[in-house]
């Protein structure tokens, strides 16, 4: 899990810069970093979503998915997550919960995250998750400059994610097949663009209440033909 620890130390590392960096910036200037962040969510969402090779499992995954989702309320759970870490950590933040949850679904949806997870697991290559570690330590920069401390506490959530789909690739390595990981990095394009869709507040999706919906395309390649 060697891309696991160290995404986890980059996204550490970047956050305490960011903190550094918080209070030196004017509004306007974090205003503008976080619209930036959300356009290029936007593109990965589209570049991801696109490489999908069967619409009806992209289709039913999210669909039941976020049913999935609703009905368990994902969303409220990982708020409850980031209220808990705001009430051990002590911090006055405002936006804390805030910055637990973008970060974690921005760091935790891509394609990097799954497919690097699951070549760590599979292979004990760590080389994607290496790469994507640089570029979320200096996303993590910019995020914590805006959202604050709360960016630095979702690494918790993050290594709890990265290793459990790396420890699941280590004990199922006949279970992720190319098509599988194509639909899987198909679904969480998705989940981006909703996200991306947020961040610039074009409209409020509760996009942690699709992430079942990775889960579910799990079980829907498995049954299809």
């Known amino acids: 899990m060697l891309g696991t620890y160290v995404n986890t130390v980059a996204v550490v590392a970047g956050s305490l810069i960011g903190l550094g960096l918080r209070r030196e910036l ?107 570690s640089i570029l979320d ?26 290793a459990s789909i790396t420890l699941l690739a280590v004990y199922s390595r006949n279970f992720f097949t190319e098509a599988l990981l194509s639909e899987l990095s198909a679904v969480g394009g998705i989940l981006l663009l909703g996200l991306g869709i947020r961040i610039l507040e074009i409209k409020e999706i509760k996009v942690a209440n699709l992430l079942p919906s990775l889960v579910v395309v799990l079980v829907l390649m498995q049954l299809s033909p």
């Open 137 to 162: 330590g200096f996303v993590s920069v910019s995020l914590a400059s805006v959202l604050g401390v709360g960016v630095l506490f979702s690494a918790v959530p993050l290594f709890i994610f990265q």
């Open 26 to 132: 004017p509004e306007r200037i974090k205003k503008i970093i976080f619209q930036g962040i959300g356009l290029v969510i936007l593109f990965i969402g589209i570049h991801m979503a696109l490489e999908n090779n069967n619409l009806m499992v992209l289709f039913f995954s999210i669909l039941l998915g976020a049913i999935v989702g609703e009905a368990i309320d994902v969303e409220k759970r990982l708020e409850k997550l980031g209220d808990f870490l705001k009430a051990k950590s002590r911090s006055k933040d405002e936006r804390f919960t805030e910055g637990v949850l973008t970060a974690f679904l921005i760091f935790c949806v891509g394609s990097m995250t799954i497919i690097g997870a699951i070549q760590d697991g599979l292979h004990g290559d760590s080389s994607i998750l290496i790469a994507k």
